[in-house]
Every structure is written in structure tokens, then in C-alpha cells.
């Protein structure tokens, strides 16, 4: 079992910065391909970015290309969303997942463990 805590969320106008981080704890979580997706009101949860175990490789969403780094501290046993340039599209409940497998990094069904989740909200 892992849980996972989401913080950094908040409200930034449009062009401002966030740091967003998930705290991992219980079983290892460096063995993990985690990701972070986001969700809002009315729309289907979406995926944002991904990162391997060993943290080489990563995925993103186009729209958050150039945008949004994740990176991944396995000592810290913490994963981190930097995202930079932020739009008012940005505007979401944004949840870190965790996988015990290999995902298709996209797809929510795949990941077996989510946080609460945490509000960004970007003012235009």
C-alpha cells in the first residue's frame, strides 16, 4: 500500500509559477512510475505528465509541454510538479498517482494509488 499527499496548490495569476509535490509513505515507493493528472468541474480527469522509477523517463500532455517539469526524489520519497507559464486552462484539482507496475502513462485506470488532490486556480 502507498499514500500519497498532495501540497502546493493555490491561486496564481496567469503567468505566475506553482511547485507542486506529492509525498509518498508505506510500502517502496522508488519502485513506483508515478504521475500527476488533473481534473475540472465538468470535464474527465486528465493526464499532465508521468515519470519512471528510475526517473529517465517522463511523459507529458502537449498542452503542458515547455510549461510543467516532474522530477522525482526517491530518497524523499517525493515527487514534484513545477509548473511554470500558468494559463487559466491550467485551473484544476490536480492528483498524484502512483503505479505498481509499468502504465501506459495516460491512462488513470492503470495507477493504483491517489492522493485528495490539491486546487490550482489561475486567474486571467
Known amino acids: 500500500q502507498v499514500q500519497l499527499a498532495e501540497s502546493g496548490g493555490g491561486v496564481v495569476q496567469a503567468g505566475g509559477s506553482l511547485r507542486l509535490s506529492c509525498a509518498a509513505s508505506?510500502?517502496?515507493?522508488?519502485?513506483?512510475?508515478m504521475a500527476w493528472f488533473r481534473q475540472a468541474p465538468g470535464k474527465e480527469r486528465e493526464f499532465v505528465a508521468s515519470?519512471?522509477?528510475?526517473?529517465?523517463?517522463?511523459v507529458y500532455t502537449d498542452s503542458v509541454k515547455g510549461r510543467f517539469t516532474i522530477s522525482r526524489d526517491n530518497a524523499k520519497n517525493s515527487v514534484l510538479l513545477q509548473m511554470n507559464s500558468l494559463k487559466p486552462e491550467d485551473t484544476a484539482v490536480y492528483y498524484c498517482?502512483?503505479?505498481?507496475?509499468?502504465?501506459?502513462?495516460?491512462?488513470?485506470?492503470?495507477?493504483?494509488?491517489w492522493g485528495q488532490g490539491t486546487q490550482v486556480t489561475v486567474s486571467s
Open positions: 498517482a502512483a503505479a505498481a507496475g509499468s502504465p501506459t502513462p495516460r491512462i488513470p485506470v492503470q495507477y493504483d494509488y
Open positions: 508505506g510500502r517502496t515507493f522508488s519502485r513506483n512510475a
Open positions: 515519470i519512471s522509477w528510475g526517473g529517465t523517463n517522463t
